[in-house]
């Protein structure tokens, strides 16, 4: 963990919102799937990897009163909170790899924008779908974005697993069923095209 945790330290450390590809000036797809689910705003709600995006300002802003945002980079969640302020006590902030992620609770809505594909060997991608098996509620929902089998072979100089549908739905068919799926095309800052696959799942 010691490597990706420094990895990812020195990223946020040196690096501006504008200089990284995943930057999003507003989320529009993880809050129109939200939004559609049309949840209570005191659902659990986390957003895995949510480093200091701006999800979590969009879920503040919609009157969500229950959010986490787990990051392995300390320095990103407190460039977060630093760009909130105030607000930011609203949220609750966990530093951790997500293969060693023991939620104390369980969660209605598991966001995940590419965090996953940076898992590459079994055993990883393993304790992640463990892990967001037992952190569900029944019948609660997960919205998960890789890069497709037409994006990247890299993200910030590490190696991806690339996914399709068909391997995304069999990778998570033991505890959730695939309500709708679809590719979308990401713009980066620096006006780069990444080719996402997405699935949003349920807790069967």
Known sequence: MENKKAHWENVFATKQPNEVSWTQDYPKT???YLESLNLSKTANIIDIGGGDSNLVDALLE???QNI???DISEFALERAKKRLGDK???VHWIVSDITEFKPNVTFDFWHDRAVFHFLTDEGSINKYV???????NQNGNFL???FSENGPL?????EIKQYSESTMKQTFNQSFQAV?????NHTTPFDTTQNFQFCGFKKI
């Open 68 to 70: 986490w945002v787990l």
């Open 62 to 64: 919609k009157g969500y």
């Open 30 to 32: 993880v809050m129109d």
């Open 130 to 136: 463990a892990i967001i098996g037992n952190a569900i």
């Open 180 to 184: 709708r799926c679809f590719t979308e």
């Open 154 to 158: 890299k993200c910030s100089g590490l």
């Open 144 to 146: 998960l974005g890789t």
């Open 88 to 90: 930011a006590d609203k």
